[in-house]
């Protein structure tokens, strides 16, 4: 049998294939994709040294159109090969191949040129102070890169989020050492390959592949040169970065986990409301941070509603990523699915009534050695039940009737975390009013992930530190400095 092919790591311009291996596994049929290197302490030490002796190359001359141009040539070279990406990220995920040739690879172009031109644009402040002997005193705001940036990046959308980061990051003039995960390693393996043919000066972008604890991941949070940790993941990573960060007070900005409410009153335009409430629970096989699990519906349409998210839900098809009309694919991995199928099980312990789903489907194909589970609808769980309030990352929600404004806002604020909240009424008085009230970082009306790139993003509570998008990523990613001048 041919050896799989390798995804090497990429340090200080230079593709290394030694360390040890880890697999790479479909979650379509459960066969070997590819092999990466597990990149060890001392290849993520010398990843984090050249990025750190980058800053005092060449890199650290370029002016910032100067290194707006270079991000949008590897803009370029992720458009120019588009298709392969696309094949990288459909492999690694088995996500319909729809999905990621209109979301993945739009957006992880747009991540680099945006980013670049908002660069080029910013303007910083200044402002004269007049003093009492007559002199004045003039202030200006200098910005700098912050340094050496880890980027540590999540599977579920493993291109889209990993250039999030990387687009500012680069554009205020960082280096980076990225860590994809190791579920998803196949397109930050092609990233560096467009770095390389981009010109992108040896050093500035590095790539090590791994695991978390004990693995590159660790590493390059306790490397003592990084300046900063730009992470996206679960929660409880979030904390265990933060610890490891803690002593050297590094910069960190963190997207981490849900448990997304959607709100649908009775005046919502209905059809559009289960389109998009289906829409937000089963997107990507519900495996988006900000996808809804938590559905609460106004008490005169509640049972029409829930017969019609369930006719949507049974309506969706699971299949392969190039399959004609697929619209789910498997969970990213069978841990995954373990993981997800133990809330299945759960949910009927706490008495849930399953509307729809709760198991596995049987393809009678390739399929059944993949992660597939089927969309799912529960009701009738008090709202202190785990399924309630635990993140389970699947194509499932839990939907609830409510009576009032003031008795749904309490419910859909009684929740560790605060990422994103989905309104759906045609009353935009009281959508404005409740939008400034729920404990969340995006709120969406009569809409579910729609985005512009200058907005604020982020979560409070458990879902996130910090806000990254627009200027909120130029300030995170610059060191900003005061200069006052008397005159
Ligand atoms: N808020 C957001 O924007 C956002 C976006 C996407 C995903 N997420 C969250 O991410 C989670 C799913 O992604 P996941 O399973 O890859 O998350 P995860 O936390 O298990 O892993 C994320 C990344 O962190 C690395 N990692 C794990 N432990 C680490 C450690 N101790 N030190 C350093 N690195 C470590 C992993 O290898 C991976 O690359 C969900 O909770 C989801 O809500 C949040
Ligand atoms: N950060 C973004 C999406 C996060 C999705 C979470 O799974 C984005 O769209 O910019």
Not at 244 to 273: C, M, Q, R, T, Y
Not at 316 to 326: A, W
Request: glycine letters at 10%; one cysteine or more.
């Amino acid at each position: 049998m041919s050896r799989p092919a390798l995804l090497p790591l990429y340090i200080n311009g230079r593709f290394e294939e030694e360390g040890q291996r880890f697999d790479n596994i479909s979650p379509v049929d459960g066969r070997l994709l590819n092999q990466a290197v597990e990149a060890d302490a001392a290849q993520v030490a010398r990843a984090v040294q050249a990025a750190s002796d980058a800053l005092q190359g060449p890199w650290g001359r370029y002016s910032v159109p100067e290194r707006a141009a270079l991000l949008h040539k590897v803009a370029d070279g992720i458009q120019a090969r588009f298709d392969d990406f696309v094949a990288a990220e459909v492999a690694d995920t088995g996500r319909p191949l729809h999905l990621a040739r209109t979301l993945d690879l739009p957006r992880a172009i747009a991540n680099f040129r945006t980013f670049a031109d908002l660069a080029v644009a910013q303007v910083d402040d200044c402002c004269e102070t007049p003093q009492a002997d007559g002199g004045l005193l003039f202030n200006y705001t200098v910005r700098k890169p912050l340094g050496v940036v880890a980027v540590i990046a999540p599977w579920n959308l493993p291109l889209l989020l990993l250039t999030w980061k990387l687009g500012p990051a680069l554009a205020m003039g960082n280096t980076v050492v990225c860590k994809p995960s190791e579920e998803t390693p196949s397109s930050a393996a092609l990233l560096a390959e467009v770095m390389y043919n981009a010109g992108v000066p040896a050093g500035v972008f590095n790539l090590v592949h791994g695991f978390g604890p004990g693995s590159a991941g660790e590493f390059l949070t306790r490397a003592p040169q990084i300046s900063a940790v730009s992470f996206t993941g679960e929660s409880r990573t979030g904390s265990a970065i933060m610890k490891a960060v803690a002593d050297g007070v590094k910069d960190i900005s963190f997207e981490l986990g849900g448990k997304n409410a959607a709100v649908v009153f009775a005046d919502a335009d209905f059809d559009a409301a289960v389109a998009g409430v289906a829409r937000s629970s089963f997107f990507n096989t519900g495996q988006v941070c900000l996808c809804t699990e938590r559905v609460y519906v106004e008490r005169p349409i509640f049972d029409r509603f829930v017969a019609a998210l369930k006719a949507r839900a049974e309506g969706l098809k699971l299949g392969y990523p190039d399959e004609d009309g697929v619209d789910l694919g498997p969970l990213v991995s069978r841990q995954h699915r373990e993981k997800v199928l133990s809330y299945f099980a759960l949910a009927r312990e706490e008495g849930a009534v399953v509307i729809t789903g709760g198991e596995t489907p049987q393809f009678g194909d390739a399929r059944d050695q993949g992660a597939y589970v089927r969309p799912t609808i529960w009701t009738g769980l008090p709202d202190h039940a785990r399924c309630v309030r635990e993140e389970i990352f699947g194509p499932v929600c839990h939907i609830a009737p409510f009576d009032d404004e003031e008795e749904v806002l309490r419910r859909v604020n009684d929740s560790p975390y605060g990422l994103a909240c989905a309104l759906w009424t045609q009353r935009l008085d009281r959508a404005h009013r409740l939008a400034r009230r729920v404990q969340v970082g995006i709120v969406w009306v009569n809409a579910w992930y729609a985005r512009d790139l200058r907005t604020p993003f982020g979560g409070s509570k458990l879902s996130g530190l910090g806000r990254e998008g627009g200027r909120h990523s130029l300030d995170f990613y610059s060191e900003i400095s005061n200069v006052c001048v008397k005159l």
